[in-house]
């Protein structure tokens, strides 16, 4: 490297990662989506509460670090575990948002600011637990036939 040589893109790399118990590939997504959470900051991209917000899809997630989508979820999944992602519905058929949570200290983690996202969190209904089927009717299993006798009337 030559002084004159213009310096190469990077990513920034938590220190407080290399504490924490999760797959490299978590670690790796966490440094993609944190770098995206900077330039969603610059964008002006804020929720009413104040919170920077990113989106960026699993399909987009899966070519940017080279891994299939289901490796993406298990590290999106273990993110959220530690408490360093919060996933939040954009809306009817709108992409979801991402919120990008660092350490206040050693000792826990707090949102970007304050606990707003915490507010979200706390506002949203809880999704009923799917049945596991693959068939988009997740909640619906073994349903006990009806017994009320319907009878129609043609006038």
């Known amino acids: 490297m030559k002084e004159s040589e213009q310096m190469l893109q990077y990513f920034q790399f938590p220190k407080f990662l290399l504490k924490l118990r999760i797959s490299q590939t978590a670690k790796f997504l966490y440094m993609i989506l944190y770098d995206r959470a900077r330039i969603s900051r610059k964008n002006s991209w804020i929720d009413k509460y104040g919170n920077v917000y990113l989106i960026f899809p699993i399909d987009e997630l899966s070519v940017q670090i080279d891994k299939c989508k289901s490796s993406v979820k298990t590290a999106l999944k273990e993110l959220d575990d530690v408490e360093l992602l919060v996933r939040r519905s954009g809306g009817f058929s709108k992409p979801n948002h991402l919120y990008v949570k ?53 006038v």
Request: charged share 25%; aromatic share 0%; hydrophobic share 30%.
């Open 102 to 154: 660092i350490p206040s200290d050693e000792i826990g983690l707090q949102p970007v600011d304050n606990k707003a996202v915490e507010k979200i969190v706390a506002t949203e209904p809880k999704k009923p637990p799917s049945s596991g089927r693959k068939n988009g009717c997740g909640g619906v299993g073994n349903v006990a036939p009806s017994t009320t006798n319907i009878k129609l009337l043609i």
